[in-house]
Nanobody
Framework: QVQLVESGGGLVQAGGSLRLSCAAS????????MDWYRQAPGKQRDLVASITSDGRTNFADSVKGRCTISRDNAKNTVYLQMNSLKAEDTAVYYC???????????????WGQGTQVTVSS
């Protein structure tokens, strides 16, 4: 079917930057929205940023002005550039994609396995 593979997480000091990547592969006809979510221990999974296939973006208030999201449609890849990181940004970051499969006309949701981002204060 479809696999989403994230990369780029790690340990960074407060004020630093990280760039997350998520590559989708498999039986993909097209991808509508691609998003980044995050989940801190004991908390729900929340939307961080999203981008549509035509480049429209949306950000959580907590990251506005500090993050940018972009995608390469030819590579089925989405990126999240995070700057001025804070300790409260520490979480597991998950990639999500709404995919139209080559084998089916409907859209389906897929998730990556998550990548840990830890910001030390």
């Amino acid at each position: 079917q479809v696999q989403l593979v994230e990369s780029g997480g790690g340990l960074v000091q407060a004020g630093g930057s990280l760039r997350l990547s998520c590559a989708a592969s498999g039986s993909i006809s097209s991808i509508n929205a691609m998003d980044w979510y995050r989940q801190a221990p004991g908390k729900q999974r929340d939307l961080v940023a999203s981008i549509t296939s035509d480049g429209r973006t949306n950000f959580a208030d907590s990251v506005k002005g500090r993050c940018t999201i972009s995608r390469d449609n030819a590579k089925n890849t989405v990126y999240l550039q995070m700057n001025s990181l804070k300790a409260e940004d520490t979480a597991v970051y998950y990639c999500h994609a709404l995919v139209v499969l080559k084998t089916a006309p409907s859209r389906r949701h897929y998730w990556g396995q998550g990548t840990q981002v830890t910001v030390s204060s």
